[in-house]
């Protein structure tokens, strides 16, 4: 009879523990037990049980907290499998399989648990439903997701809960009553009802997390907009969803479906490996009318070109969205003599400007902040705000046109003539809309961006907005000749096809790997010894190191913030050379997250 079970507890420790087997304890693989960890009772995940231990002293598992298993034997796999590919502790993963409710010491009565066998698929299909937005298609998901759900469950995700919802509206009208939700933000109580309700015969619907609690049963993923940068989860501990899902799809074998108007990247690289089937349902592609600056002399933001566009659309009654992606009233507010720019004393957040008050908040902790009536620095000179926020667009709007219903795009109506927008915007306009122009005027801004993929991303976020206005998307720059612009109105594949062939020739992903590594601490000088201690031991590794760069902000929620980006070859020997480098680093004063791309 088996003497010693093996324990994962959550902690970044990426081995296992043994514990000795009592005989008056029913124990079975993926149950929830109770042990002695250093003098501290702790909860634990069984993930093998055995006969032989290496330990002299070992001690016994104090109790049950199952009747039966909380995790499946596959979901122990899949752990497994993540802590391969990324630097944490298959404790780690596989206490994100747990809702917070059973990550708690407690017994659970109910019975939640039924193995499912693995699909006999020896080959999972994937594939990418492209299409110009959510609605269209839907209507080829549809007849997808109710055939396999005549043999198990399928799991929907969402990059956003304004999205999810969105979406639930129209799922609702061919699957009344048969929806669950799952998010990060239900309470303890709520998440582990809907958790246990479907671990069978489900059509789940979630933001990121939901891929951890996936059905049992699960026949269909399908992960829409997979292209959405909220799929990357920065905090401890990382994962992309993208990889998440393709791993899950291999390791239970059901079909893989990924959806969007665009396509990543990479999922673009898989498409011409034949590794993923594309399947084409876009329309014709929406013109994009770029508007040059270099022509004229006058090179305002809130210029004479941007002012008649608005006139004109006005003239005919055009419901108009001008785009800037800057919140707040200002860029900056900085001194007239010493050019000293304020900052949060909290978080060194540069403060947004409050209209009409002498008051700034910082975007991240919100503190507010009244502002002297001269520098604190210099004692000299007086604050004043510089460059463009979201708000002085609109303050600057209402003086042009006095007339016009002004209104940002959260307190916006039917009576609204003028909608004042960040790119926040994607997450709101996802059934038909009834907007006629959009109008970007910060192009260029986003194209300054120090990221490899800001050309890439601007690409995306500009089709995108193409679809939600019925008669024009306007783009304003003064670089009309640079490769993006002169392929807005060309086939998509054009630009993906440049685009892949300028990140082979400089190997940057999908081609190579780009990892950044962030630290962060409340002592300033124990942060810059151990980012530089780690910066060195990479180098000996002839790896391309770059940094330490300090984050913006460089301090936030009361920590220091420096980084490290790594660039090396796409293989799991890479992965593994950083992950040993910085075992260990993290501990109670010092955090670490690390990206791959």
Request: with cysteine; hydrophobic share 35%.
């Amino acid at each position: 009879m088996p003497k010693i079970v093996k324990v994962a507890v959550p902690l970044a420790l990426n081995k296992e523990f043994d514990y000795s087997f009592p005989l008056n304890l029913k124990i079975e693989k993926g149950m929830r037990v109770l042990v002695d960890f250093k003098g501290k009772k702790m909860l634990g995940l069984v993930v093998d049980i055995s006969n032989y231990t290496r330990v002299k002293i070992v001690k016994p598992i104090l109790d049950t907290l199952d009747l039966t298993p909380s995790l499946t034997g596959e979901q122990i796999d899949f752990a497994h499998s993540l802590s391969e590919l990324y630097p944490y502790s298959i404790g780690e993963f596989l206490f994100m399989f747990l809702p917070p409710y059973l990550k708690n010491i407690r017994k659970i009565d109910s019975v939640q648990y039924c193995e499912i066998k693995k699909n006999r698929q020896v080959r999972p299909r994937k594939l990418f439903l492209r299409g110009d937005d959510f609605l269209k298609r839907y209507e080829f998901l549809k007849s997808s997701i109710k055939e396999n759900l005549k043999e198990g469950s399928v799991l929907i995700c969402f990059p956003q809960m304004s999205y999810l919802l969105n979406a639930k509206k129209i799922l609702e009208k061919d699957f009344s009553g048969e929806i669950n939700i799952i998010h990060s933000q239900q309470g303890e109580k709520e998440l582990y009802s809907v958790w246990a309700k479907t671990r069978s015969k489900s059509l789940v619907l979630g933001t990121r997390v939901s891929i951890f609690y996936y059905p049992q049963d699960l026949r269909q993923l399908i992960v829409e907009e997979e292209n959405n940068p909220y799929y990357f989860q920065e905090e401890k501990p990382f994962h992309n969803l993208l990889d998440v899902a393709m791993t899950l799809s291999d390791i239970k074998g059901v079909n893989l479906m990924l959806s969007g108007d665009n396509p990543s990247l990479s999922t673009y690289k898989l498409i011409k490996e034949k590794a993923i089937f594309l399947e084409d349902r876009g329309g014709k592609a929406k013109n994009i009318d770029i508007v040059n600056m270099s022509n004229f002399s006058v090179k305002r933001l809130i210029g004479p070109v941007l002012i008649e566009l608005i006139k004109s659309s006005l003239r005919k009654k055009k419901r108009i969205v001008v785009l800037w992606n800057k919140k707040g009233f200002s860029k900056t507010i900085s001194c007239t003599s010493c050019g000293y720019i304020v900052k949060c004393s909290n978080c060194a957040g540069l403060l947004q400007k409050i209209p009409m008050v002498d008051e700034g908040v910082c975007p991240y902790c919100q503190r507010k902040e009244v502002f002297s009536k001269t520098c604190k620095k210099c004692k000299n000179g007086y604050l004043k705000e510089k460059g463009y926020g979201i708000d002085r667009i609109g303050y600057a709007f209402k003086k042009i046109f006095p007339d016009v219903r002004i209104d940002d795009l959260e307190n916006s109506n039917s009576n609204t003539q003028i909608i004042l927008s960040t790119s926040k915007i994607s997450s709101y306009l996802y059934e038909k809309s009834d907007l006629d122009i959009g109008i970007v005027i910060d192009a260029d801004l986003m194209l300054a961006r120090t990221e490899y993929d800001a050309t890439f991303n601007l690409y995306i976020y500009l089709k995108k907005l193409s679809f939600y206005f019925k008669d024009s998307l306007y783009v304003f720059t003064n670089n009309k000749d640079y490769y993006l612009f002169q392929s807005l109105n060309k086939e998509w594949i054009d630009f993906y096809e440049l685009e892949l062939n300028l990140r082979t020739k400089s190997n940057l992903p999908p081609f190579g790997l780009i990892s950044k590594i962030t630290l962060r601490c409340k002592n300033e000088i124990a942060l810059l010894k151990k980012v530089k201690s780690l910066y060195n031991k990479l180098l000996k590794k002839e790896l391309e190191v770059y940094g330490p760069f300090q984050e913006h902000p460089y301090k936030l929620r009361d920590k220091f913030r420096c980084s490290l980006i790594i660039k090396g070859k796409r293989d799991i020997i890479s992965r593994k050379i950083i992950k040993e480098e910085i075992k260990g680093i993290r501990s109670n004063l010092l955090q670490l997250a690390i990206i791959f791309k």
